[in-house]
C-alpha cells in the first residue's frame, strides 16, 4: 500500500518556518567571538535581577548594545584585481602619505595612508584589504588618546600587520586603539595566509584603522566618505 502523502496544512507550515529562518539569518548578522563573554554578561545581569524591572532592563539593554557592537555580517569583496578594499566599516578621515609603523622594519619611505575611523556604531571587526602572505604582525603598546585625532596614529597603541600580495606589493593595515578602547584582537599571524575582505581581528569599543600601500598607487575614495569593510575599494594598484 502506498504511503499516505503528508498532509498540505503541515508542508506550508514548514515552507513557511524555513523561510521565516532564511529571512532571520539573512537579516541578523552572526556575532563574533569575542563578543560573546560580553553579551553573556548582560544577559546574566538580567536573569539575576529579573524580579527587578530596572535591572532586568539594563541587563538586557546591555546585552542588546554588544551583540550590535560586535556584530559580524557576511561581506563580498570585489573580483577586480589589484584593488586594496577597507579593513573596516567607518569613515575615512585621512589620505596622505606617512612612513609605515617603525616596528615593522620597512624601508624609511613614505607610503600612501588612508585613515578609517570607527565610531561605536559601526562594526568592528577588521578585514584584509588585499590577498596575500603575511610577513609580519608587530604589537605596540601606546597611549588611549581619541582614535579621530591625527596623532593617534603615533602615540596609541597599535598593531600592525604587513601583507605581501602574489605581485610582491606590500600592504599594512595598522589596527589602532581609541579613547575607549582597551583591547585589539588580531588572529593574523607571520608565515600565515590572508584572502581578500577575510576577517582577521578586532578592536573593542571605538577605534582606528590606517592602511599603507605604495604612493604610485590610485586612491579611489574621498575624505568622508563612509566606508564597508571588505567591500568598498581604497585604491588600485599600479
Given at each position: 500500500m502506498a504511503r499516505p502523502a503528508r498532509p498540505p496544512a503541515v508542508e506550508d507550515h514548514s515552507s513557511e518556518l524555513s523561510r521565516f529562518v532564511d529571512l532571520v539569518r539573512s537579516t541578523v548578522p552572526p556575532i563574533h567571538p569575542a563578543g560573546l563573554p560580553f553579551i553573556a554578561g548582560g544577559l546574566g545581569v538580567a536573569a539575576v535581577?529579573?524580579?527587578?524591572?530596572?535591572?532586568?532592563?539594563?541587563?538586557?539593554?546591555?546585552?542588546?548594545?554588544?551583540?550590535g557592537f560586535f556584530r559580524h555580517p557576511p561581506r563580498v569583496p570585489p573580483t577586480r584585481p589589484g584593488l586594496v578594499v577597507a579593513p573596516a566599516d567607518g569613515l575615512v578621515t585621512l589620505i596622505d602619505e606617512a612612513v609605515p609603523?617603525?616596528?615593522?622594519?620597512?624601508?624609511?619611505?613614505?607610503?600612501k595612508r588612508v585613515s578609517i575611523f570607527l565610531s561605536i556604531f559601526d562594526a568592528h571587526v577588521q578585514r584584509a584589504p588585499v590577498?596575500?602572505?603575511?610577513?609580519?604582525?608587530?604589537?605596540?603598546?601606546?597611549?588611549?588618546?581619541?582614535?579621530?585625532?591625527?596623532?593617534?596614529?603615533v602615540e596609541n597603541e597599535r598593531n600592525s600587520v604587513w601583507i605581501r600580495t602574489a605581485?610582491?606589493?606590500?600592504?599594512?593595515?595598522?589596527?589602532?586603539?581609541?579613547?575607549?578602547?582597551?583591547?585589539?584582537?588580531?588572529?593574523?599571524?607571520?608565515?600565515?595566509?590572508?584572502?581578500?575582505?577575510?576577517?582577521?581581528?578586532?578592536?573593542?569599543?571605538?577605534?582606528?584603522?590606517?592602511?599603507?600601500?605604495?604612493?604610485?598607487?590610485?586612491?579611489?575614495?574621498?575624505?568622508?566618505?563612509?566606508?564597508?569593510?571588505?567591500?568598498?575599494?581604497?585604491?588600485?594598484?599600479?
Amino acid at each position: 500500500m502506498a504511503r499516505p502523502a503528508r498532509p498540505p496544512a503541515v508542508e506550508d507550515h514548514s515552507s513557511e518556518l524555513s523561510r521565516f529562518v532564511d529571512l532571520v539569518r539573512s537579516t541578523v548578522p552572526p556575532i563574533h567571538p569575542a563578543g560573546l563573554p560580553f553579551i553573556a554578561g548582560g544577559l546574566g545581569v538580567a536573569a539575576v535581577g529579573r524580579r527587578n524591572r530596572l535591572v532586568r532592563a539594563v541587563g538586557l539593554t546591555a546585552a542588546g548594545a554588544c551583540a550590535g557592537f560586535f556584530r559580524h555580517p557576511p561581506r563580498v569583496p570585489p573580483t577586480r584585481p589589484g584593488l586594496v578594499v577597507a579593513p573596516a566599516d567607518g569613515l575615512v578621515t585621512l589620505i596622505d602619505e606617512a612612513v609605515p609603523p617603525a616596528e615593522l622594519n620597512l624601508p624609511d619611505v613614505p607610503m600612501k595612508r588612508v585613515s578609517i575611523f570607527l565610531s561605536i556604531f559601526d562594526a568592528h571587526v577588521q578585514r584584509a584589504p588585499v590577498a596575500g602572505d603575511v610577513v609580519s604582525v608587530k604589537y605596540r603598546p601606546g597611549q588611549f588618546q581619541s582614535a579621530d585625532k591625527a596623532s593617534a596614529s603615533v602615540e596609541n597603541e597599535r598593531n600592525s600587520v604587513w601583507i605581501r600580495t602574489a605581485d610582491g606589493v606590500d600592504v599594512v593595515a595598522v589596527q589602532i586603539a581609541g579613547l575607549i578602547a582597551r583591547r585589539i584582537v588580531c588572529s593574523a599571524y607571520a608565515g600565515g595566509t590572508l584572502a581578500l575582505g577575510e576577517t582577521y581581528g578586532l578592536i573593542r569599543f571605538g577605534s582606528r584603522l590606517d592602511t599603507f600601500f605604495p604612493a604610485d598607487a590610485n586612491v579611489i575614495v574621498e575624505r568622508g566618505q563612509r566606508a564597508i569593510g571588505g567591500e568598498t575599494a581604497l585604491a588600485e594598484l599600479r
